[in-house]
């Protein structure tokens, strides 16, 4: 089994910034796809941004291009998510997966582990 822990969420006004962590533990993974995903009231969950636990290649929404960035670090099986430049329409429950193949996707579900998520509000 694989447990994934969010934190790093919370307030914070138009403009600002706010770095998500995804703490994982359990089976570990050497070569597998991890992702950020997220889910305002009302609507359907969606990709943010994924990338390969041990890889270079890295995937990011339209609406998040060139203000978030995900990154990993190995040695403490955490995934981030920066986030700068937030904007009121990216309040939503932040969630962290990963999948057991090594190919990223932008469909959730193709995802087999979740953690329990964590709000983000950004207010105008």
């Known amino acids: 089994q694989v447990q994934l822990v969010e934190s790093g969420g919370g307030l914070v006004q138009a403009g600002g910034s706010l770095r998500l962590s995804c703490a994982a533990s359990?089976?570990?993974?050497?070569?597998?796809?991890v992702g950020w995903f997220r889910q305002a009231p009302g609507k359907e969950r969606e990709i943010v941004a994924a990338?390969?636990?041990?890889?270079?290649?890295?995937y990011y929404a339209d609406s998040v291009k060139g203000r978030f960035t995900i990154s990993r670090d190995n040695a403490k099986k955490t995934v981030y998510l920066q986030m700068n430049s937030l904007k009121p329409e990216d309040t939503a429950i932040y969630y962290c997966?990963?999948?057991?193949?090594?190919?990223?996707?932008?469909?959730?579900?193709?995802?087999?582990?979740w953690g329990q998520g964590t709000q983000v509000t950004v207010s105008s």
């Open positions: 359990g089976r570990t993974f050497s070569r597998n796809a």
């Open positions: 997966a990963a999948r057991v193949s090594v190919v990223v996707t932008t469909a959730k579900d193709d995802y087999n582990y």
């Open positions: 990338m390969y636990w041990s890889g270079s290649y890295t």
